[in-house]
């Protein structure tokens, strides 16, 4: 591989909100550390559709994921497989449609909650969580902090080349408190804090660095159809490599040939949407 690279999903964070109360992502962008740009979600923008766009490179229309209650094993090659095509190492901290989207479905609690499998055609190692009883009294989420550290050790253990980490923390935080309140303004400053300590130590260990989010969320804690609030959210790229101009808007179809682009894995035909960093 080229280069290791590392994608950070923090689901359902608006624009608004990462430029607003991300105070140490900002700051590495005032100190040139980190390039931003805003990033638009595919339609539907609802969390599972777009987690599958953001891997496919293809949009609801084509792979068939139409929201939460469709998820099945997907056809399309995708970011995992195009790694482990050039040899690469995957690795995956997420919630478990990941798991169901890119190696198998259904997911089954025991024999998928966390496995190492480095002959696998996907992904290598995986730790996932299903937040299973998830509802707006209930969140059923991890603790950030844990999932980062997941996601370290897996890179220190097994020497991962891409590795993927999807917190839901704040979509359950906007889907219960909406998002101009306290709780959601003390929720982001908390996300942003726990992140911190872990960018410098994955920067130190080779990786490039990816923070961006799968779709926003609106003044009433909603996201799946059109409008900036739903639709739009921050990308934020710590590494060497050059990008559009900072007004420029990306796709989230161009994030999986990105990636692939980045780490001289094979682009799939499937993804044609044009890379936005050299």
């Known amino acids: 591989?080229?280069?290791?690279?590392?994608?950070?999903?923090?689901?359902?964070?608006?624009?608004?909100?990462?430029?607003?109360?991300?105070?140490?992502?900002?700051?590495?962008?005032?100190?040139?550390?980190?390039?931003?740009?805003?990033?638009?979600?595919?339609?539907?923008s609802t969390s599972a559709s777009c987690y599958a766009s953001i891997h496919t490179?293809?949009?609801?229309?084509?792979?068939?994921?139409?929201?939460?209650?469709?998820?099945?094993?997907?056809?399309?090659?995708d970011v995992f497989s195009q790694v482990r095509e050039a040899g690469g190492v995957t690795g995956a901290v997420t919630h478990s449609y990941w798991s169901q989207f890119f190696n198998r479905h259904p997911f089954d609690y025991v024999r998928d909650i966390e496995y190492d499998e480095p002959e696998s055609a996907t992904i290598n190692h995986g730790r996932f969580h299903s937040m299973t009883g998830y509802g707006k009294a209930n969140q059923m989420t991890p603790s950030d902090v844990d999932l980062y550290a997941t996601l370290t050790n897996l890179c220190l253990r097994f020497g991962l080349d891409y590795g993927i980490?999807?917190?839901?923390?704040?979509?359950?935080?906007?889907?219960r408190f909406f998002h101009d309140c306290e709780?959601?303004?003390?929720?982001?400053?908390?996300?942003?804090?726990?992140?911190?300590?872990f960018i410098p130590r994955w920067?130190?260990?080779?990786?490039?660095?990816?923070?961006?989010?799968?779709h926003g969320q609106d003044e009433r804690g909603h996201h799946g159809g059109r409008g900036p609030l739903q639709q739009e959210t921050a990308l934020y790229y710590f590494g060497d490599a050059e990008g559009p101009d900072s007004e420029s808007v990306i796709s989230q179809l161009q994030l999986a040939p990105t990636i692939l682009s980045r780490m001289g894995a094979p682009i799939a035909e499937t993804m044609k949407a044009e890379p936005f960093l050299r």
């Open 57 to 77: 490179g293809v949009t609801p229309q084509e792979h068939g994921c139409t929201g939460n209650g469709n998820v099945f094993r997907l056809s399309h090659k």
């Open 183 to 197: 709780e959601m303004d003390h929720a982001c400053f908390v996300a942003d804090e726990m992140l911190a300590p």
């Open 165 to 175: 980490l999807h917190t839901c923390t704040l979509d359950s935080m906007g889907h």
């Open 203 to 214: 920067r130190q260990l080779g990786y490039e660095v990816i923070v961006t989010a799968d």
């Open 1 to 44: 591989m080229d280069r290791k690279l590392l994608l950070i999903i923090l689901d359902g964070v608006p624009y608004c909100n990462f430029r607003r109360l991300f105070g140490n992502l900002e700051g590495w962008v005032d100190s040139g550390e980190a390039r931003l740009w805003k990033l638009r979600a595919v339609l539907p």
